[in-house]
T-cell receptor
Framework: KTQVEQSPQSLVVRQGENCVLQ??????????LRWFKQDTGKGLVSLTV?????DKTSNGRYSATLDKDAKHSTLHITATLLDDTATYIC?????????????FGAGTQLIVIP | EAAVTQSPRNKVTVTGGNVTLSCRQT?????MYWYRQDTGHGLRLIHY???????QIGDVPDGYKATRTTQEDFFLLLELASPSQTSLYFC??????????????FGEGTRLSVL
């Protein structure tokens, strides 16, 4: 059973445009949520982590929100660049301890075109 | 610089073949993980370890063995490879799984094809 659902599955935007990626989950408990970027043929790199019941983070052109009541997160990318082309993966941690498990979404494939 | 290094990066074997995937981390992390990534699925945990000599079963362990020989080295073994094990395999390391720890660090993956 898929506990982390991401939408859209894929997205094409023009360089300079903004975009929003969605993550809905059913993981319980939901200790934290992390967004990763995965370039083609590469490993995952953490972009940001959200912890609080209603949380917001910002990391350069990336910003994210989390609403634990709705079990929903968004990742906003502002003024996209060609190098933003990648798969973005939402991951929910079910505990804030060494006993916790990470639950991975299947990712949103973002393609930025000139 | 913190790193997770996987080898080989690509591997082709035949059904019934014997395959070992290697992972080394230089991060002094206690935890190491093996995941597989398949189209349409999120990463799925195969095995993990919280120290040399320790092994924990993940969510999709069937057909896989693992061994943690040192704090740095974690191996994934496929003793009788099957086509269903064709996948992209990732190794990761972390100081824990909680948010107060640093984010897990991932290797660049090993693409395995079982013919």
């Amino acid at each position: 059973k898929t506990q982390v659902e991401q939408s859209p599955q894929s997205l094409v935007v023009r360089q300079g445009e903004n975009c929003v990626l969605q993550c809905n989950y059913s993981v319980t408990p939901d200790n934290h949520l992390r967004w990763f970027k995965q370039d083609t043929g590469k490993g995952l790199v953490s972009l940001t982590v959200l912890v609080d019941q209603k949380d917001k983070t910002s990391n350069g052109r990336y910003s994210a929100t989390l609403d634990k009541d709705a079990k929903h997160s968004t990742l906003h990318i502002t003024a996209t660049l060609l190098d933003d082309t990648a798969t973005y993966i939402c991951v929910v941690g079910d505990r804030g301890s060494a006993l916790g498990r990470l639950h991975f979404g299947a990712g949103t494939q973002l393609i930025v075109i000139p | 610089e913190a790193a997770v290094t996987q080898s080989p990066r690509n591997k082709v074997t035949v059904t019934g073949g014997n395959v070992t995937l290697s992972c080394r981390q230089t991060n002094s992390h206690n935890y190491m993980y093996w995941y597989r990534q398949d189209t349409g699925h999120g990463l799925r945990l195969i095995h993990y370890s919280y120290g040399a000599g320790n092994l924990q079963i993940g969510d999709v362990p069937d057909g896989y063995k693992a061994t943690r020989t040192t704090q740095e080295d974690f191996f994934l073994l496929l003793e009788l490879a099957s086509p269903s094990q064709t996948s992209l395999y990732f190794c990761a390391s972390s100081s824990g799984t909680g948010v107060n720890n640093q984010a897990p660090l991932f290797g660049e993956g090993t693409r395995l094809s079982v013919l």
